[in-house]
Every structure is written in structure tokens, then in C-alpha cells.
């Protein structure tokens, strides 16, 4: 499995457990700039049998033995996917077997859907974590005379744990904010966020609000967050309340706690749901598609800080709740059985086809090759000059030199996109 991120490795291992639970996993953690640190990892909670962080390169070289695996997961973003497509379909080419390449989105698809699915067209299976889903992918497919046997409903991999009880005795009401990393992107926004969240809790002391945090500053989630929120707490008048504090972890722990949560877009929305927690997607900065919250248009999740503070409950519509893949009930269990069937289908095939993604060098000659070159590939899907492979092992002196020189080239490319570059957009904006 070939993971890019936190979020995308906790997607990508789990739904490799899903589809098959008996399984060795080898996982790959693709270098990057969001390359997950050790914390990160340990937070997410999805475990593998063996753990690498790789080139993309030398991953395509790995894949030259066709014998080495059966199942292929790309847990990546939409270029990368597309990249591995067609380094892996050259590697492949004329082999008789092959591994099954599953790909898909590790949450809520509210932007780039055309863009994402059209980048990750070519994999034997694109999964869709819901109807809705698998009906708009089918739809895009389609709609460009491709191929659409490829995608297959199913739901998202972290659903589950226990349905939600009301607070016992001894235990405060629990409200979780669970932040995002990139939305909203402006600080007054975010700021407006925060200070509403410790607004709440100032105004209901017997409850606890928790601000839930996808990552720590320097780390890096799958989207750039320019203006975490620890930033924005430390510079709050007051400072926080004894009622409500940051937090980190595992968001299943979490909500074994909540009683409410409180979101602008997150995927956090639908794990509550599913749980049947009371969830409110919020409207304060207006229902928008670079917000996300256009996604629960129909969910009856809909509220504002305002409406919650006066003790509102938003109530979901079990419709809605079904048609995403979140309802609570007995059917999630059986949600990846068509996935399973069609991974074991070709698993066991006599001969599978060339992996074809849509876009090629004729289809998209003005995009394909950018994006193969941003991984080290050629229009023909070969690695470029310079990307021979690093050795497999290397001794412990080196690995340090190399792992310190990599963390500071990050720490210096993270400063550059958290600090300077919000600085000099707004100086252009003087």
C-alpha cells in the first residue's frame, strides 16, 4: 500500500483490512511534503507488517516483480495516483500477471471531482464510499467516454465504534470542534471560529469543548494548514477557559466522549453521524462550496453558533444519512462486500488487461506530462534521468545524515509555506 499522507495512510490500510482481513501488509509512505512523522502515524491507528518511506521511483522498481503482491492500494492525491498508473502499466507491460490496483478518495469529495476522478481512472477498482458517490463517478467516467465498470460502492474504512450514549453521571456534556487544516483558509475566519467555540464554552461551564487538531505545528495532514489554530489560541484575549482545551489523538477515542460535534466540513461529521451523535455542520461564514458544507445540503445537520449556543440539536435525515454510506443500523458491515468480491474476482482472473488510464499523451499532451515529471517520471512513464534507485539499505550513520538533512529541508519548506509565503500575499494586497 502507497500512502502520501496521514489521513490518506489511515484510509489506505484499513480499507486493505476491509476488503481482505487476513492479509501482510507492506506499506510505503511516498516522500513528500506531507509524508506522515512517526506521531502522526501512531495517531491514526491503522497498523502494517512492514513500514518504508520510498521514492516513487524506487517504488515502481519494487513493482517490477509482479509476483511480490496481489493487491496494489493507492492511498494518494489524484497526480500521484496518475503518475504510479502509468510507471506501474509500463513496468507491467506485457506481463502476463499482475497485482489488482485499488484507488479512491478518503473522505468527503466536495471539489476538484472531475479533476480527482479523472487522475485516478485507469486503477482496476476506484472505490466510492457511497451511493451518492458511486453515481456521480459513473457519471464522470461516462461523461468522457470512459470506462466506469471500475468504481464500486462502498463506505468509508473508520466507520464503527460504539453508538452514542447520552453523558452519564460524572462524565461533563462534551462538545468537539473539530478543525481542519485548510478550511477556512483566512485568518479572520478561523480566528471567528475559535473565539465562537470558546464563547460556548465560557457560556456553558459545566461543559467541556474540546478543539480537535488534525496535526501539531510542522507537521504536515493532507492539506496545508497556513494558520494553525495553536497559533491562533495563544493570541486569543483571555486566553482559553479551564473548560476548553486543544486536543490531539485518535478521533474514534474522541467521540467515544462526544455529545455534540460541531464542524465546518470535516470527515469527523460523518464518523459522528454514523454513531448517531448529534452533529452540526456550521452556516457562521455561509453554506459555500470552498467551504465544503455545501456537501450536507439535505442532511438536516445544518446550523450556526448562535443556534447552538441557544441549545439546538440538529436532527439528520435518515435519507440522506443512507444515500451517503453513513446511516447507523446494520448495514455497514456488508458495505464493502461488493469491493471484496470484485478484488477477488480479478484476483484470481486467468489474465488481466493493461492498466489504461484515461489521460495519455495524446488525450491530455498538455497536462499528463507535468504531472508525471512533478514524480519523476517521463511522458512514457519511465523514471527520468537522476531517479535511480536508492539503495535498499543504508548504514546507520547514513540513514541519520540523510534523515537530518531531509527534517530540516522540511522544517524549511514548512516554515516557507506557514510563514512567508501568507506574508508576502499580504504584502501584495497593500
Known amino acids: 500500500m502507497l500512502a502520501d499522507s496521514d489521513t490518506r495512510w489511515k484510509w489506505g490500510a484499513l480499507t486493505a483490512y476491509r476488503i481482505q482481513s487476513d492479509i501482510q501488509l507492506d506499506g510505503y509512505l511516498l516522500r513528500g511534503r506531507a509524508t506522515p512523522t512517526v506521531r502522526q502515524l501512531r495517531e491514526v491507528g491503522a497498523r502494517a507488517d512492514t513500514l518504508r518511506e520510498i521514492r516513487g521511483a524506487d517504488f515502481l522498481g519494487l513493482m517490477k516483480d509482479t509476483a511480490r503482491y496481489d493487491v496494489v492500494v493507492l492511498a494518494c492525491v489524484g497526480g500521484a495516483v496518475q503518475a504510479i498508473l502509468h510507471g506501474l502499466a509500463r513496468a507491467w507491460d506485457g506481463a502476463r500477471r499482475r497485482p489488482v490496483v485499488v484507488t479512491g478518495y478518503v473522505g468527503v469529495v466536495y471539489e476538484k471531482l472531475a479533476d480527482g476522478l479523472l487522475l485516478r481512472h485507469g486503477a482496476d477498482v476506484v472505490l466510492a464510499n457511497s451511493r451518492h458517490d458511486a453515481d456521480r463517478f459513473r457519471a464522470v467516467y461516462e461523461g468522457v467516454g470512459a470506462d466506469g465498470g471500475s468504481v464500486v460502492e462502498c463506505a468509508l474504512p473508520f466507520l464503527g465504534g460504539a453508538p452514542y450514549e447520552p453523558a452519564a453521571e460524572g462524565r461533563p456534556y462534551t462538545v468537539v ?7 477556512p483558509d483566512r485568518r479572520e475566519d478561523r480566528t471567528y471560529l475559535l473565539r465562537r467555540a470558546v464563547e460556548h464554552a465560557r457560556r456553558n461551564p459545566g461543559r467541556e469543548v474540546l478543539i ?43 467521540l467515544d466522549r462526544t455529545d455534540l460535534m460541531v464542524t465546518v466540513s470535516s470527515t469527523a461529521a460523518l464518523e459522528s ?34 443556534e447552538l449556543d441557544a441549545g439546538h440539536h440538529p436532527t439528520p435525515d435518515p435519507e440522506w444519512l443512507d444515500r451517503q454510506g453513513v446511516a447507523p443500523g446494520d448495514a455497514y458491515p456488508t458495505a464493502f462486500d461488493a469491493a471484496r468480491a470484485r478484488v477477488t474476482a ?20 498538455g497536462y499528463l506530462p507535468g504531472i508525471l515529471a512533478r514524480y519523476g517520471l517521463d511522458p512514457q512513464g519511465e523514471p527520468l534521468p537522476g531517479q535511480a534507485a536508492e539503495p535498499a539499505e543504508a548504514g546507520g550513520l547514513r540513514r541519520l545524515a540523510r534523515d537530518t538533512v531531509r527534517d530540516a529541508a522540511r522544517g524549511a519548506y514548512r516554515h516557507g509555506v506557514q510563514r512567508v509565503a501568507p506574508a508576502i500575499r499580504r504584502w501584495g494586497q497593500l
Not at 470552498?290 to 456537501?295: P, V
Request: glycine share 10%; aromatic share 6%.
Open 346 to 365: 480479478l484476483r484470481t482472473a486467468d489474465r488481466l488487461p493493461p492498466l489504461t488510464p484515461y489521460y495519455t499523451p495524446r488525450t491530455a499532451p
Open 212 to 254: 480537535k487538531l488534525r496535526s501539531k505545528p510542522g507537521e504536515h495532514t493532507t492539506h496545508i494548514e497556513e494558520l494553525p489554530y495553536q497559533k491562533l489560541a495563544a493570541r486569543l484575549p483571555g486566553g482559553l477557559p479551564p473548560n476548553c482545551r486543544l486536543a490531539y489523538g485518535n478521533m474514534g477515542e474522541i
Open 273 to 306: 453521524l454514523h454513531r448517531g451523535i448529534p452533529t452540526a455542520v456550521l452556516t457562521d461564514l455561509g453554506i459555500r462550496e470552498a467551504l465544503g458544507n455545501h456537501h450536507f445540503l439535505g442532511s438536516g445537520c445544518l446550523a450556526s453558533w448562535d
Open 177 to 183: 470542534f473539530a478543525a481542519q487544516p485548510s478550511v
